[in-house]
Each structure stands twice: as C-alpha cells, then as structure tokens.
T-cell receptor, first 114, second 113 residues
Framework: QQQVKQSPQSLIVQKGGISIINCAYE??????FPWYQQFPGKGPALLIA?????SEKKEGRFTISFNKSAKQFSLHIMDSQPGDSATYFC?????????????FGKGTHLIIQP | EPEVTQTPSHQVTQMGQEVILRCVPI?????FYWYRQILGQKVEFLVS????????KSEIFDDQFSVERPDGSNFTLKIRSTKLEDSAMYFC???????????FGQGTRLTVV
C-alpha cells in the first residue's frame, strides 16, 4: 500500500515533443505528490509538486495532472528540450510537504533527441 | 545559491567496518533527512531529524544506523558493522520547515567490499 508505481521505465522523445510520465498510488493518506529531476552525479531536485485539492498545476513547461479518484498523477513536459534529459522520480507522502517519509517511484530515464 | 554538501563523495569500506557519512545542510534549515538509492533502484527514505531528535524513521533504519548533529553545522549518518547490501548512494537533504521544499546533496557513494 505504500508503493508508488511509475511508468514508463525509460522514454525517448523528440525535441519539441511532449514527455508524459505516469504514477499510481494506493495509499489514500498520501497528501503530497512531488516530482524530482535527477541528473547524473547529482541529488534529486524538486521540480514541481501538487496537493490533492487541485487537479492540475503548471509551472512553465512542466504540468502535473492529478486524478484523485483514480489515484493517479502524471508529469507532462511540453516542448521537451535536450536539457530535460534526466531521470524523473514521482513521490508521495502523507506529511503535507517537505521530504519527510517520501515514497519514491522507481524513476523514468528520459532522453530528448535533438 | 546555498546547497547541501556531502562528504566524502565516494567511500569504500570493508564489510563489518563502521562508516560515518557527513552532511552540511543549508544554514537556516531546521529539518534534516537521509535517503539512500541502491544502484538502479528507487530512492528510499531512511530517517528525518528535527530539534536534535529523530522525528520519523523507516523500517530500513534499524539499530545498525544512527544519526547525529554533533555541532551547529554537520549532520551525520553512522552505519555500524556494514554489510554488502549497504552499498548504495546516500543522500542527505534539508528543509527550512517540515513541509517546505527539501534540497538534496549530491550524495555519497558507499561501496562495501
């Protein structure tokens, strides 16, 4: 019940295209859903996060869509650029924010082809 | 820009030895965390620390592990009697408050041989 399932494991998108990564969860106590971006040799960096009182949050080219009834959330990267090539992790916690007790997905290795 | 720094970047230790991984959180942050990532697997929560005590820990964080804030700037993770399966990347993170954005360090790669 604590799992967060992430797909796909890897994704190749052409420059300018839309990258979509999906996550699903079971624990209805989760109330905070961040996405992290990780470049090789670096730690995860918070990209964007959402709480279940909204269905969508947009920051620049990055959008989280959240479906509370389906217990799913997804990251959309619009106009994907080669610099977006990285590993993306979805996560969830029941702490309302921060990094306390985050449950991470297994990650998606995204490659943007020029 | 303030950042979380971790030392060493890579540590090799023999099975059964004790290791201490060090972290310097961002200076005005009050909440501190350790996570680990076994190669090719997901990032896993170990422990959170606030006000000089553990506030939350996972099942992974057993008696083999301990954390300490020995002075006003460092935050350490001690692993006693290391095992082969402790080999992983260990990430320290800090946040100003418990529900605000957490910043991760670049990690310490621990290799137990």
């Amino acid at each position: 019940q604590q799992q967060v399932k992430q797909s796909p494991q890897s994704l190749i998108v052409q420059k300018g295209g839309i990258s979509i990564i999906n996550c699903a969860y079971e624990n209805t106590a989760f109330d905070y859903f961040p996405w992290y971006q990780q470049f090789p040799g670096k730690g995860p960096a918070l990209l964007i996060a959402i709480r279940p009182d909204v269905s969508e949050k947009k920051e620049g080219r990055f959008t989280i869509s959240f479906n509370k009834s389906a217990k799913q959330f997804s990251l959309h990267i619009m106009d994907s650029q080669p610099g977006d090539s990285a590993t993306y992790f979805c996560a969830a916690s029941s702490r309302g924010g921060g990094a306390d007790g985050l449950t991470f997905g297994k990650g998606t290795h995204l490659i943007i082809q020029p | 820009e303030p950042e979380v720094t971790q030392t060493p970047s890579h540590q090799v230790t023999q099975m059964g030895q004790e290791v201490i991984l060090r972290c310097v959180p961002i200076s005005n942050h009050l909440y501190f965390y350790w996570y680990r990532q076994i190669l090719g697997q997901k990032v896993e929560f170990l422990v959170s620390f606030y006000n000089n005590e553990i506030s939350e820990k996972s099942e992974i964080f057993d008696d083999q592990f301990s954390v300490e804030r020995p002075d006003g700037s460092n935050f350490t993770l001690k692993i006693r009697s290391t095992k082969l399966e402790d080999s992983a990347m260990y990430f320290c993170a800090s946040s100003e408050w418990g529900t605000t954005e957490a910043f991760f360090g670049q990690g310490t790669r621990l290799t137990v041989v």
